[in-house]
């Protein structure tokens, strides 16, 4: 099976930085393409349950602070893709449903592959928080390759 448009998704930790990595690895050997994505929440996860404690300069600012963020993320990723001579591009968007993101992306961009991190929560952990990943997996219109 030969894959020509990865999508990569990463929230930036260090397992999403590892499975970029891989991806790049992956689609340089394969000669495909890759478009790195990050899906930013539209409130910050530090403000929830705050609302009328924060002023409309705050938010701002916090909401500053995440593009700036995700624009960081894409950035470290797209230089990965550059250095190993790897066709990248990088989309942002804004969306408190990553995995809906990640999946309406992978579709509208005709990606082949999603490729991504699993950050490992299991037992009670992973079924209150959920996990994204096992989100994308049982509902993703193309094959995901999860980097653990």
């Known amino acids: 099976m030969s ?9 930036g ?5 590892a499975a970029v990595r891989h991806a790049v690895a992956l689609a340089a050997s394969l000669g495909a393409r890759i478009t ?3 899906a930013q929440a539209s409130v910050p996860v530090q403000v929830v349950g705050l609302g009328e404690m924060l002023d409309a ?10 593009r700036k963020d995700g624009d960081r993320i894409l950035e ?3 230089a990965v893709a550059k250095e190993a001579g790897v066709n ?4 942002r968007v804004l969306s408190d449903l990553p995995h809906q993101a990640i999946i309406a992306a992978a579709t509208r961009l005709g990606c082949d592959l ?5 950050h490992g929560r299991r037992g009670l952990v992973g079924m209150l ?3 994204e990943t096992q989100r994308v997996l049982v509902q993703s219109p193309c094959p995901v390759l999860v980097i653990r």
């Open 88 to 91: 990248a591009t990088a989309e």
């Open 36 to 38: 790195f994505f990050h």
């Open 3 to 11: 894959f020509s448009h990865l999508l990569v998704p990463s929230d």
């Open 129 to 131: 928080i959920g996990s």
């Open 13 to 17: 930790s260090d397992l999403s930085m």
């Open 57 to 66: 300069t705050t938010m701002e600012a916090l909401m500053s602070a995440s």
């Open 76 to 78: 470290e990723s797209l």
């Open 114 to 118: 999603i490729v991504m991190a699993s």
